[in-house]
């Protein structure tokens, strides 16, 4: 009689949170970059994640999208904490209402939770570590890569390097996997947006360009007819868009121009890479030396 009762009200408890979670809202990644959008600050939009329910996708690919929407790291961070926290109740909520479960047997899926709660930001944070050089990286001063991209420099870090990438503020640590040297990035802004006119999750193999691309890529030089593509893995990207300084621009925002103006060195001319607006080809350049 006694075992009915205690079952009776597990069953009950079980109903009880099945319903409230029915009933509460249900928050998702698109709710938190609306709310952004919408100029909610930081602390009102975590403690909405910490007292609502939620169904976050929290994979590598999804929170780069979250911070090209404008997401901050603060934020995605307690979203993370919340997605985590989610799955380790409703774990917890389907040992409760199984009486087939055994003590023993609930203390291992505890002690397994904690193991996997542990280890999830340990592995996604090097998943988020390793990038791929997005264009030719211009090297100064031995191993100092600048957002200004003095094109003078003969020494580069070529397209496509497999790289460790540890961004804090506006500057990063860059190691190249492959030799194990070290370089240091000034970014010229603070955010994984400005990182990524530099570096990329995505291998980029400029094989598929045609002969004459490929020599350019490898010679650091714009020529007649490239693409904005082509131009930007060969030469990086330019300190001016127009007449304005290209450390808050973006990859897409420096993309969406059709003059890009780069610095041969202190005290040298500028260079200039004009686009055909309808072709989104280079129509015409000045200050090209090779």
Same mark, same amino acid.
């Not at 969406?256 to 005290?267: N, S, T």
């Given at each position: 009689?006694?075992?009915?009762?205690?079952?009776?009200?597990?069953?009950?408890?079980?109903? %009880?949170?099945?319903?409230?979670?029915?009933?509460?809202?249900?928050? @998702?990644?698109?709710?938190?970059? @609306?709310?952004?959008?919408?100029?909610?600050?930081?602390?009102?939009?975590?403690?909405?994640?910490?007292?609502?329910?939620?169904?976050?996708? %929290?994979?590598?690919?999804?929170?780069?999208?979250?911070?090209? $929407?404008? %997401?901050?790291?603060?934020?995605?961070?307690?979203?993370?904490?919340?997605?985590?926290?989610?799955?380790?109740?409703?774990?917890?909520?389907?040992?409760?209402?199984? #009486?087939?479960?055994? #003590?023993?047997?609930?203390?291992?899926?505890?002690?397994?939770?904690?193991?996997? $709660?542990?280890?999830?930001? $340990?592995?996604?944070?090097?998943?988020?570590?390793?990038?791929?050089?997005?264009?030719?990286?211009?090297?100064?001063?031995?191993?100092?890569?600048?957002? %200004?991209?003095?094109?003078? @420099? #003969?020494?580069?870090? #070529?397209?496509?390097?497999?790289? *460790?990438? !540890?961004?804090?503020?506006?500057?990063?640590?860059?190691?190249?996997?492959?030799?194990?040297?070290?370089? !240091?990035?000034?970014?010229?802004?603070?955010?994984?947006?400005?990182?990524? *006119?530099?570096?990329?999750?995505?291998?980029?193999?400029?094989?598929?360009?045609?002969?004459? =691309?490929?020599?350019?890529?490898?010679?650091?030089?714009?020529?007649?007819?490239?693409?904005?593509?082509?131009?930007?893995?060969?030469?990086?990207?330019? !300190?001016?868009?127009?007449?304005?300084?290209?450390?808050?621009?973006?990859?897409?925002?420096?993309?969406?121009?059709?003059?890009? =103006?780069?610095?041969?060195?202190?005290?040298?001319?500028?260079?200039?890479?004009?686009?055909?607006?309808?072709?989104?080809?280079?129509?015409? !350049?000045?200050?090209?030396? *090779?």
């Amino acid at each position: 009689m006694k075992s009915f009762k205690i079952m009776a009200l597990l069953i009950s408890i079980f109903f %009880v949170i099945t319903f409230k979670l029915a009933v509460a809202e249900t928050i @998702t990644n698109e709710t938190i970059v @609306t709310m952004v959008k919408a100029g909610l600050g930081e602390e009102l939009i975590s403690s909405k994640i910490k007292t609502s329910q939620n169904q976050f996708d %929290v994979s590598t690919e999804s929170i780069l999208k979250l911070k090209k $929407e404008g %997401v901050s790291e603060k934020i995605i961070k307690t979203m993370l904490d919340a997605s985590i926290k989610k799955d380790t109740s409703e774990k917890k909520v389907t040992q409760l209402v199984n #009486p087939a479960e055994s #003590p023993e047997s609930g203390q291992n899926i505890q002690h397994s939770e904690k193991q996997q $709660e542990q280890k999830i930001p $340990e592995t996604s944070s090097k998943e988020e570590n390793i990038y791929y050089a997005r264009c030719n990286l211009k090297v100064i001063k031995g191993n100092y890569v600048s957002w %200004v991209n003095w094109q003078s @420099t #003969p020494t580069f870090i #070529p397209v496509d390097t497999k790289l *460790k990438v !540890t961004r804090s503020g506006s500057t990063a640590s860059i190691v190249n996997i492959e030799t194990g040297s070290g370089y !240091t990035l000034d970014i010229g802004a603070d955010g994984d947006v400005f990182l990524e *006119k530099f570096v990329t999750k995505k291998p980029l193999n400029i094989n598929q360009f045609s002969a004459d =691309v490929q020599s350019n890529i490898k010679n650091t030089v714009a020529r007649i007819g490239m693409t904005k593509q082509e131009v930007y893995i060969a030469m990086g990207p330019p !300190t001016n868009v127009v007449n304005v300084r290209s450390n808050t621009k973006t990859y897409e925002d420096i993309m969406g121009a059709d003059l890009w =103006v780069y610095a041969r060195k202190r005290f040298g001319k500028n260079i200039g890479v004009a686009f055909d607006p309808a072709t989104g080809r280079v129509n015409r !350049t000045e200050g090209i030396w *090779k």
